[in-house]
């Protein structure tokens, strides 16, 4: 396959892969070409970013421990064993999964671990930090996905959980429920 700017990619849907050190500037990274335009670069995740990914992790766990009478220390205690906890089991469970570390003008902002499964492409994850929340930049990523899912042939899933305020996005987005499955929903979009 070729990429936008006609490049071989060598992958069956499209997606080019960026090794650590391609020249991001050529091409958006991954085709991807409204989140480039929104400023966002990807790289793969290294042993070096595991505290940031946990501070992106706890980010978007903190509030719900504001119900438990526990000192900051120990919720952050708490979170770092609940992310160490995540982080092996996703890695152990979710070969061939893209490990992204989220980057917006050169900085770190969040998360993407996307999985490209013979009927499907699955978001594992996709989390920004809360400055970075709210500005369009997930949803310019999240339209992205969908274009490369619908030029795969693919769906595109995720599970989110039923609070989660990014649940209103997924469904103008043309994501729908498909299951119910604890705290989450499997939401779904297929193209049209």
């Known amino acids: 396959m070729e990429d936008v700017d006609g490049r071989d990619t060598g992958h069956e849907d499209g997606a080019s892969r960026l090794s650590p050190g391609h020249d991001e500037g050529k091409i958006a990274p991954f085709g991807w070409s409204r989140a480039a335009a929104a400023g966002l670069t990807f790289r793969p995740i290294t042993d070096a970013d595991l505290p940031f990914l946990a501070r992106v992790y706890a980010s978007t766990r903190w ?16 979170l770092q064993q609940q992310f160490d906890a995540q982080h092996a089991h996703w890695q152990k469970h979710y070969h061939d999964t893209d490990w992204l570390l989220v980057l917006h003008s050169g900085a770190p902002v969040g998360r993407l671990y996307l999985s490209r499964w013979a009927r499907e492409h699955r978001i594992v994850d996709i989390a920004l930090l809360p400055e970075h929340r709210g500005q369009g930049l997930g949803a310019a990523l999240l339209q992205d996905l969908l274009d490369e899912a619908g030029r795969a042939g693919k769906s595109l899933s995720i599970h989110v959980e039923k609070m989660n305020p990014a649940m209103s996005l997924y469904r103008r987005l043309g994501f729908v429920k498909e299951a119910e499955e604890g705290v989450y929903d499997l939401m779904r979009w297929r193209q049209d």
């Open 63 to 78: 509030e719900e421990l504001s119900v438990v009478a526990w000192s900051d220390d120990q919720k952050r205690t708490f």
